[in-house]
């Protein structure tokens, strides 16, 4: 299903698009990662550490042959990283950093295979947080990123994609597990192009027709058998057809399995070279970059959206997936307002790093593609699995959040024994909206704000039993805004014969409100705590 599509053919024709001589094929080894489907957490902790130690030495051991020889991988997602880090030595991480510096060793920006079509765009973003925090720790950069397996994609990846530094991306599909019709996917009108953004950015995106299998070319194992896709690529005139360039690419070996712990690849290398045709052991990237180099002047630019389809699936646990949504938002205010208490509070977020980064990572973990929940893994251990990585999520936010709003309150002056409210506003632009907060009087109250001492609209309502004063807290000022300009804006409830409850505590707004406002309502005491 093609909803958008936007064409710039600059012309494949002429001298430039003569078969090179030799043609230069790349095979690129890889294991495509089924998490929580082919295998359990723990086991596929084991199965990626023994990869990459295997490749490794592989790496080591072949180091002396030239170059298109060399042994090289690819992991399809930084979680590999992670899971690396985390379980070997500083020494032994270093080690990995290294070869991917070198390219024997590549990895995407996002953290496994995921359903973009079902993920927020800020999920997408804050996915790729820990691969980012790598290329600046190590000083390097990951100009990959993919999306497999499904046979959708949406259009906005793109633009998220080549914002975060992706330069090139390739697609093989499963062909399964779908209703969408498989004729289109066999006959695709790019076989590689610069995939285009609403905003004019750019991926160079390999997405070739399915020739048969997902084992074959246009599948996600395009080099299960390494050996024979280079004949076909070679030979095969129905592909040459359609795919007229000198420099070829077959990506993917693991398939399904578990691991891949092998040197067919580097083997098949050495044996398929001829005179006509040289075979590269690749990394992926330095495929891209000789095409790029060769033909890329050449490409259409395309920008369309095939809609989606297992991106749905994550609707199966919909009030899980919307906690998720919520939780992005909450969020924003915590880090907005982390953000300004930071400022006179330097060490606000030390010992916080740990279940940030992992709340980070985890926000790509919950739309792992695998949501059919058909594999060797029970579908109730997959389910308790995403509640677990959605706890970790909300329990980092609550608690930055809270603790947050617990911090500004205590910077914001008191004067009097009037208890005061700070509204705050997370977003990039002024809002006016209602800030519901608990009601502190049991007799009228009025509003005023501190700063002009005009009297700000309220109300006294009752939600779920509870009475909550409604205050319009107007024109409140972004928050990028009100840091600038080194300003916060507050509202004061004045009421005389009220007084601050002696052990005040952090509440949340009552959950009927908490759509109608964007704004992060919170009641300072004179002891500078919150209620909200």
């Given at each position: 299903?093609v ?6 053919w600059?012309g494949?024709?002429g001298p430039a698009?003569?078969?090179q001589?030799p043609k230069?094929?790349?095979?690129a080894n890889d ?6 489907w082919?295998a ?7 199965a ?11 790496a080591?051991?072949t180091?002396?042959n030239p170059s298109?020889r060399q042994g ?8 590999w990283?992670?899971e690396?880090?985390h379980?070997?030595?500083?020494a032994d991480?270093?080690r990995v950093i ?11 920006l996002?953290p496994?295979?995921t359903?973009y079509g079902g993920?927020p765009?800020?999920a997408v973003?804050?996915a790729?947080?820990y691969?980012?925090q790598l290329?600046?720790?190590?000083s390097?950069r990951?100009?990959l990123a993919?999306?497999m397996?499904?046979q ?7 633009g998220?994609?080549a914002g975060?530094?992706?330069k090139?991306s390739w697609?093989?599909v ?5 209703r969408l019709p ?10 590689i192009y610069w995939?285009t ?6 991926v ?10 997902n084992t074959?070319i246009g599948?996600y ?5 390494a050996?024979?896709?280079v004949?076909?690529i070679?030979?095969n005139?129905?592909?040459t ?9 077959a990506f993917?070996?693991g398939?399904?399995?578990?691991q891949?712990l092998?040197?067919q690849?580097l ?10 045709r040289?075979?590269y052991?690749?990394n ?5 970059q000789?095409f ?9 630019s395309?920008g ?5 389809e297992?991106?749905l ?5 919909s009030?899980l997936s919307?906690?998720?949504?919520r939780a992005l938002?909450k969020?924003?205010?915590?880090e907005a307002m ?5 400022l006179?509070s330097?060490?606000f977020m030390?010992?916080?790093?740990a279940?940030?980064?992992k709340a980070m990572i985890?926000?790509g973990l919950?739309?792992e593609?695998d949501?059919?929940?058909d594999g060797?893994v029970p579908r109730t251990a997959?389910a308790d699995?995403?509640r677990?990585?959605a706890?970790e999520?909300?329990t ?6 809270s603790?947050?709003a ?8 008191m004067s ?8 705050f ?8 909206d ?5 009601n502190p009087?049991?007799?009228p109250v ?6 002009t001492?005009?009297e700000?609209?309220?109300?006294v ?6 009475s909550?004063?409604?205050?319009l ?8 805004a ?9 509202r004061s409830?004045?009421?005389?014969h ?7 505590r952090l509440r949340?707004?009552?959950s009927?409100?908490?759509?109608r ?5 919170s009641?300072?005491s004179?002891?500078g705590s919150?209620v909200?």
């Open positions: 299903l909803i958008a599509s936007l064409l710039c600059e494949l024709s698009l003569m078969a001589t230069r094929i790349y095979l294991d495509h990662t089924d998490y929580m082919t359990d957490e723990a086991t596929y902790r084991q990626f550490l023994g990869m990459i130690d295997y490749y490794l030495a592989q080591d051991r180091a002396a298109p090289r991988f690819n992991m399809d997602g930084s979680f990283l992670w690396y880090e379980n070997r030595t500083a991480f270093a290294s070869r991917i510096k070198d390219g024997h060793l590549s990895v995407p996002n496994l295979v359903v993920m765009a800020e973003l804050r790729m947080y691969a980012g290329e600046r720790r190590f390097f990951i100009p993919i999306a397996e499904d959708t994609h949406p259009y906005g990846l793109t998220l994609w975060a530094g992706v090139y697609k093989g499963c062909g399964c597990v779908t498989l004729a289109p996917l066999a006959q695709r009108d790019h076989e995939m953004g609403a905003d004019g950015s750019r160079l995106m390999k997405w070739n027709s399915l020739f048969g299998s074959s599948g194992a395009e080099a299960r058998d050996a024979s896709v004949s076909f070679d030979s005139t129905t592909f057809s359609r795919y007229p360039f000198g420099v070829a690419g993917g070996k398939w399904d399995d578990l891949t092998d040197d690849v083997n098949a290398a050495v044996s398929q070279s001829n005179t006509s040289q075979v052991v690749s992926q990237i330095d495929f891209f000789d790029e180099t060769t033909y890329g002047a050449q490409l259409p395309v369309e959206s095939y809609g989606n297992w991106d699936l994550v609707a199966s646990m009030e919307a906690g998720i949504k938002s969020l924003r205010a915590a982390a953000t300004l208490v930071s006179k330097a060490a030390n010992g916080r790093q279940a940030r980064d985890d926000f919950y739309f593609h949501w059919t929940g060797p997959r699995w995403q677990r990585i706890a999520i909300n980092y936010v609550d608690q930055l959040h603790d947050a617990t911090a500004l309150a205590g910077q914001v002056a009097g024994s009037n208890t005061r409210f700070f509204a506003n997370p977003l990039g632009w002024s809002r006016t209602i800030a519901d907060v608990p009087a049991t007799g009025h509003v005023v704000d501190v700063s001492g005009v700000v609209p309220s109300q309502v009752t939600v779920a039993g509870q909550r004063l409604q205050v807290a107007s024109n409140i000022p972004a928050a990028s009100a840091e600038r300009a080194g300003r916060r804006r507050t409830t004045i009421a005389p009220i007084r601050p409850s002696p052990s005040p949340r707004p009552a009927g409100m908490r759509s406002s964007t704004l992060s309502p009641r300072e004179s002891a919150t909200s």
